[in-house]
């Protein structure tokens, strides 16, 4: 079992920065895979970012490279996803999911978190 916990949302105005946590606990192992996705109302839940466990690999949504970083604390079990230059469009409740291949597609994760919301103000 993996547990995840979000936190750092907010309400932002565009151009702004937040930096989302992921506390993750339990039985990790080197070849988890850590992703963002985020989901707005209406909407399905779409891949952001992902970052190998163990470390060196990263990977993004076109849509957010340049603007969004993922990355592993290293003395901590905390995935971060920084958001720079943040657009109305990027509104949406974010979660952080873990398992055990990186995969775009929500349904290879088997363990979530509860979400926090993100909402980017014009």
């Known amino acids: 079992q993996v547990q995840l916990v979000e936190s750092g949302g907010g309400l932002v105005q565009a151009g702004s920065s937040l930096r989302l946590s992921c506390a993750v606990s339990?039985?990790?192992?080197?070849?988890?895979?850590v992703a963002w996705f985020h989901q707005a109302p209406g909407k399905e839940r779409d891949f952001v970012a992902a970052?190998?466990?163990?470390?060196?690999?990263?990977y993004y949504r076109d849509s957010v490279k340049g603007r969004f970083t993922v990355s592993r604390g290293n003395a901590e079990n905390t995935v971060y996803l920084q958001m720079n230059s943040l657009k109305p469009e990027d509104t949406a409740a974010y979660y952080c999911?873990?398992?055990?291949?990186?995969?775009?597609?929500?349904?290879?994760?088997?363990?979530w978190g509860q979400g926090t919301q993100v909402t980017v103000s014009s």
């Open positions: 999911a873990a398992g055990g291949r990186l995969s775009n597609t929500a349904g290879s994760y088997e363990y």
């Open positions: 339990g039985r990790t192992f080197s070849n988890l895979v």
């Open positions: 970052i190998l466990w163990s470390g060196g690999m990263l």
